[in-house]
């Protein structure tokens, strides 16, 4: 039963232009989300994060959006660069723990062209 | 800098060894995990421990256990090896409380069992 969907294997893009990464969730009481990103020979990094209470998250050029009706959340890159080449993980947990139990998507391969 | 340390990046064991993967962090984390990564399913959560000597089943510990004796060590075991156990094998620490989905990984162990 996979709570936490990332439904596209893989994405391709070209340098300068958007990254949309999507990914959906079934659990209701999931009320925190992540991104991590995670290159190859190495453990995934934190990459940015949204509560519930909000609906959009902003670092530099990663935006998170959150969809709580839909139970979907997307990671927006812009511009994408090559060095974003790498395999994104949507991550979510729910608020009752404090212990940083994340449930995992499968991950999103993004390829950036020059 | 912070560090998430796993004692082998490859291993290869035989079918029914018993086999020990290490991990260390030097941040003076609370709470330490085990995940495994297989192509497909993305990171799924075997075992964690929010405390010395404590310790939580995650998604999948049939097959594993774990240990945690000192703050900065979490120990992951298979009794018994078995090929289905062939995965990349992360291990990550966070804090307690809030911000403890922000988790830190090491680079991982590849785990063959033949």
Partial sequence: DQQVKQNSPSLSVQEGRISILNCDYTNSMFDYFLWYKKYPAEGPTFLISISSIKDKNEDGRFTVFLNKSAKHLSLHIVPSQPGDSAVYFCAASPQSTSYGKLTFGQGTILTVHP | ?114
């Fill in chain 2, 1 to 114: 800098d912070v560090k998430v340390t796993q004692s082998s990046r490859y291993l290869v064991k035989r079918t029914g060894e018993k086999v020990f993967l290490e991990c260390v962090q030097d941040m003076d984390h609370e709470n330490m995990f085990w995940y495994r990564q297989d192509p497909g399913l993305g990171l799924r959560l075997i075992y964690f421990s929010y405390d010395v000597k404590m310790k939580e089943k995650g998604d999948i510990p049939e097959g594993y256990s774990v240990s945690r004796e000192k703050k900065e060590r979490f120990s992951l075991i298979l009794e018994s090896a078995s090929t289905n156990q062939t995965s990349m094998y992360l291990c990550a620490s966070s804090n307690s409380g809030q911000g403890s989905e922000k988790l830190f990984f090491g680079s991982g162990t590849q785990l063959s069992v033949l």
